[in-house]
């Protein structure tokens, strides 16, 4: 049972360029996560999916994009990288819609835009 | 909206010390409560959870209690190990709305010497 999965585990992109970070859980859970980790920060909401087809705005979306491919995968796509991008991004997924439920978090990817 | 103040660190302690690491929240209605711990190099898991007032939650030797009429949950452990070198992250749940995201604190980076 892996939980949750997330590649690439590094990633080093020049300004302007784009790239897709992939996420997947073997849970079956309904609901999905993108976070951003900066230092002093915590961890900051950029999209969700409540489930399946459905997706919305977090705290900090701009810049970028998801998709919720079907119940397994999820995915958050850096069109134009920037400076400010640079962070460390976790997928996170809980089984139901309810504020008891646990979140369980990927590994994380490091990402630095140059 | 939600909030979530917690100690700042880092905090070093020696091993068989007790720790407390401080954590207040603002929330409308009657959040669920986290504590997650980040590993070196590793993404978040929970710790332990609490979800109504005055419930207690444990794990590893940890405890946190919701005290509604002080919105705070509070981690200790009565004697820490090297071991629980990481950051730990408090983190609340809302009760209301559509809506489900973790609103997390800044980390507290604990490191306990032998």
């Known amino acids: 049972n892996a939980g949750v999965t997330q590649t690439p585990k590094f990633q080093v992109l020049k300004t302007g360029q784009s790239m897709t970070l992939q996420c997947a859980q073997d849970?079956?859970?309904?609901?999905m996560y993108w976070y951003r980790q900066d230092p002093g920060m915590g961890l900051r909401l950029i999209y969700y999916s409540a489930s399946e087809g459905t997706t919305d705005k977090g705290e900090v979306p701009n810049g970028y994009n998801v998709s919720r491919l079907n119940k397994r995968e999820f995915s958050l796509r850096l069109e134009s990288a920037a400076p400010s991008q640079t962070s460390v991004y976790f997928c996170?997924?809980?089984?139901?819609?309810?504020?008891?439920?646990?979140?369980?978090f990927g590994p994380g990817t490091r990402l630095t835009v140059l | 909206g939600d909030s979530v103040t917690q100690m700042e660190g880092p905090v070093t302690l020696s091993e068989e010390a007790f720790l407390t690491i401080n954590c207040t929240y603002t929330a409308t209605g009657y959040p669920s409560l986290f504590w997650y711990v980040q590993y070196p190099g590793e993404g978040l898991q929970l710790l332990l959870k609490?979800?109504?007032?005055?419930d207690k939650g444990s794990n590893k030797g940890f405890e946190a209690t919701y005290r509604k009429e002080t919105t705070s949950f509070h981690l200790e452990k009565g004697s820490v190990q090297v071991s629980d070198s990481a950051v730990y992250f408090c983190a609340l749940h809302g009760s209301g709305g559509s809506n489900y995201k973790l609103t997390f604190g800044k980390g507290t980076l604990l490191t306990v010497n032998p």
């Open positions: 996170a997924s809980s089984g139901e819609r309810t504020s008891t439920d646990t979140q369980y």
């Open positions: 849970m079956n859970h309904n609901s």
């Open positions: 609490a979800t109504k007032a005055d």
